[in-house]
């Protein structure tokens, strides 16, 4: 188990960004693809985006064009940045690494219309 810290969320009207960050206690990503997913109210866990260790990207088509993952490695962080957001964005996000099924504890992102 990783243990995972994530960060950034907030209010944010449409049409708004947001910049949500992940990171490891203690210890590094290394190699390891981290992805995002979200939670709506009364909806599902989805896959939001992931990135690879070698930097591959792979987005659900819902935000395919307006989020963009990334990772520092000297930073030891990996970023979600959310554009254009939209209200069916508004949910709970989480970073994850799917070697270990590792899971943040969230960090809630809400759009005004």
């Known amino acids: 188990q990783v243990q995972l810290v994530e960060s950034g969320g907030g209010l944010v009207q449409a049409g708004g960004s947001l910049r949500l960050s992940c990171a490891p206690s203690g210890r590094t990503f290394g190699t390891y693809d981290v992805g995002w997913y979200r939670q709506a109210p009364g909806k599902e866990r989805e896959f939001v985006a992931r990135i690879s260790w070698s930097g591959s990207t792979y987005y659900a088509g819902s935000v395919k064009g307006r989020f963009t993952i990334s990772r520092d490695s000297a930073k030891n962080t990996v970023y979600l940045h959310l554009n254009t957001l939209k209200p069916e964005d508004t949910a709970i996000y989480y970073c994850?690494?799917?070697?270990?099924?590792?899971w943040g504890q969230g960090t809630q992102v809400t759009v005004s219309s």
């Open positions: 994850n690494v799917p070697i270990t099924n590792s």
